[in-house]
């Protein structure tokens, strides 16, 4: 069974400091992971992935995210946020043992105060 | 354009009576799928197709039915919808290469009212 766990329902943040949202997964295989943003009234749109190789990603809109396999973790993060990146952020893992289902974790809502 | 565009985007209805969300992709994506996002639960996948004619069960099918007879279009079918099916759906696509790590494309959603 695979399974992602986003720990924190909300995060508030001010304008123009970094944001990090947070993301631990289990998979029985190699995990591939993923980053999605939600905006009001729209489907999910992709962010990031790690496949293999760095372990920092680089994504859209200035986000990257750290995998950490020891850790089993996969954070977002920004250097430095702007009120329009305040959305519902989903992290999302899929093994790569044959499973092709994408397991999403329940989301974190990012508040970035002016 | 590139897009996934489902329809209705709203509908409220009642229990038992059949219903029928349509969801069409023009990126010639060999991979669909159906989700339902409830609040604290994310995304749950419900069916899924790897090409035509080819279907399978997610993790929530129960209540559902889905067709794939041409590869731009993947229909979930609510034969006799009840108040738990009440929800926002999302139909999504992607490329199929043999791996698993494609990027999926989502449609913007169908808010179901099951009253």
């Known amino acids: 069974a695979q399974s992602v766990a986003q720990p924190e329902d909300q995060v508030n943040v001010a304008e123009g400091n970094p944001l990090t949202v947070k993301c631990t997964y289990s998979v029985s295989g190699n995990p591939y992971l993923f980053w999605y943003v939600q905006y009001p009234n729209r489907g999910l749109q992709f962010l990031l992935k790690?496949?293999?190789?760095?372990?920092l990603v680089k994504g859209s809109y200035g986000f990257e995210a750290e995998f950490n396999k020891s850790q089993t973790s996969f954070h977002l993060k920004k250097p430095s946020a702007l009120v329009s990146d305040s959305a519902l952020y989903f992290c999302a893992v899929r093994d790569d043992t044959g499973r092709r289902a994408l397991t999403f974790g329940s989301g974190t809502r990012l508040q970035v105060q002016p | 354009e590139a897009q996934v565009t489902q329809n209705p985007r709203y509908l409220i209805t009642v229990t038992g009576k059949k219903l029928t969300v349509t969801c069409s992709q023009n990126m010639n994506h060999e991979y669909m799928s159906w989700y339902r996002q409830d609040p604290g639960l994310g995304l749950r996948q419900i069916y899924y197709s790897m090409n035509v004619e080819v279907t399978d069960k997610g993790d929530v099918p129960e209540g559902y039915k889905v067709s794939r007879k041409e590869k731009r279009n993947f229909p979930l079918i609510l034969e006799s919808p009840s108040p738990n099916q009440t929800s926002l759906y999302f139909c999504?696509?992607?490329?199929?290469?043999?791996?698993?790590?494609?990027?999926?494309?989502f449609g913007d959603g169908t808010r179901l009212s099951i009253l």
């Open positions: 999504a696509s992607s490329l199929s290469t043999g791996s698993s790590n494609q990027p999926q494309h």
């Open positions: 790690y496949i293999t190789g760095d372990n």
